[in-house]
C-alpha cells in the first residue's frame, strides 16, 4: 500500500506570497499525482493531474512539479480565493483505495 | 456538461441505517467508476469504497467491509452507497467522485456531498 504525507500541515502566508506544499509518496508513483483544493462547506476541486497538468479553468499560478516520491505545489501569488485545504491524491497502482495524502491547510498570516 | 448530484441531510439514530445517492448525468457509465469519500468534521478524506456503475464490481475499504453496501441503477444512472450499524463516529459528510475507469483514476468530478449526522 502507497501512504501519502503532506508538509507542512499548516501554512500560513500573507496575501501576494507565494506558497510551497510537498506532498511525498512512500514508494515510486512515476508522475502519478494529483492535486485538489477544498474550501469550507465546499467539495474537493481537482486542481492538477498528472503532476503538473492543471484542470479545465485553474489559474496558472498554480503550478505541480515533481516525479517518483516527491512532489510540490506552488502557488505563485496568493489570492484571497486560494485559503483553502490541498490535498494530493496518488493514483499510481489499480485499483483505487486509500490514495489521498492528510491534507495542508493554507491560511491567512 | 458532468454532474453528480447527492441526496440530502440525514439525520439517524445509532444503529440505523443510511443511503446516500449520486445522481450522474453528462457522461457514460460504461467508462467510469463512482468512488466514495468521508470526511468528519475538521477531518481529512477517509475512503470507503468504489463501484464499477456500469458491471457492479465494487471494492472497500477494509474498515467498512460487512457494513457498507455500493450499488447502481443503470436506468436512472444513479449510485447509492449504503451504511449500517452507524456509530456516532460515523456523522460525516459522504461524498461520491467520479474516476476513469481503468486508467488515470484522478477524481475531476464529484458530488456536493451529503452531511449524514449520526446521534442518539
Known amino acids: 500500500e502507497i501512504v501519502m504525507t503532506q508538509s507542512p500541515a499548516t501554512l500560513s502566508a500573507s496575501l501576494g506570497e507565494g506558497a510551497t506544499l510537498t506532498c511525498r509518496a512512500s514508494?515510486?508513483?512515476?508522475?502519478?499525482l494529483a492535486w485538489y483544493q477544498q474550501k469550507p462547506g465546499q467539495a474537493p476541486r481537482l486542481l492538477i493531474y498528472r503532476t503538473s497538468t492543471r484542470a479545465t479553468g485553474v489559474p496558472a499560478r498554480f503550478i505541480g512539479s515533481g516525479s517518483g516520491t516527491e512532489f510540490t505545489l506552488t502557488i505563485s501569488s496568493l489570492q484571497s480565493e486560494d485559503f483553502a485545504v490541498y490535498y494530493c491524491?496518488?493514483?499510481?497502482?489499480?485499483?483505487?483505495?486509500?490514495?489521498f495524502g492528510p491534507g495542508t491547510k493554507v491560511d491567512i498570516k | 456538461q458532468i454532474h453528480l448530484v447527492q441526496s440530502g441531510v440525514e439525520v439517524k439514530k445509532p444503529g440505523a441505517s443510511v443511503r446516500v445517492s449520486c445522481k450522474t448525468s453528462?457522461?457514460?457509465?460504461?467508462?467510469?467508476?463512482v468512488y466514495w469519500v468521508r470526511q468528519a468534521p475538521g477531518q481529512g478524506l477517509e475512503w470507503l469504497g468504489w463501484i464499477n456503475a456500469d458491471t457492479g464490481h465494487t471494492n472497500f475499504a477494509r474498515k467498512f467491509e460487512g457494513r457498507v453496501t455500493m450499488t447502481t441503477d443503470t436506468s436512472t444512472t444513479t449510485v447509492y452507497m449504503e451504511l449500517r450499524s452507524l456509530r456516532s463516529d460515523d456523522t460525516a459528510v459522504y461524498y461520491c467522485a467520479r474516476f476513469k475507469w481503468l486508467g488515470d483514476y484522478y477524481f475531476d468530478s464529484w458530488g456536493q456531498g451529503t452531511l449524514v449526522t449520526v446521534s442518539s
Open positions: 491524491q496518488q493514483y499510481n497502482n489499480w485499483p483505487p483505495g486509500d490514495t
Open positions: 514508494q515510486n508513483i512515476n508522475f502519478n
Open positions: 453528462g457522461y457514460s457509465l460504461s467508462n467510469y467508476g
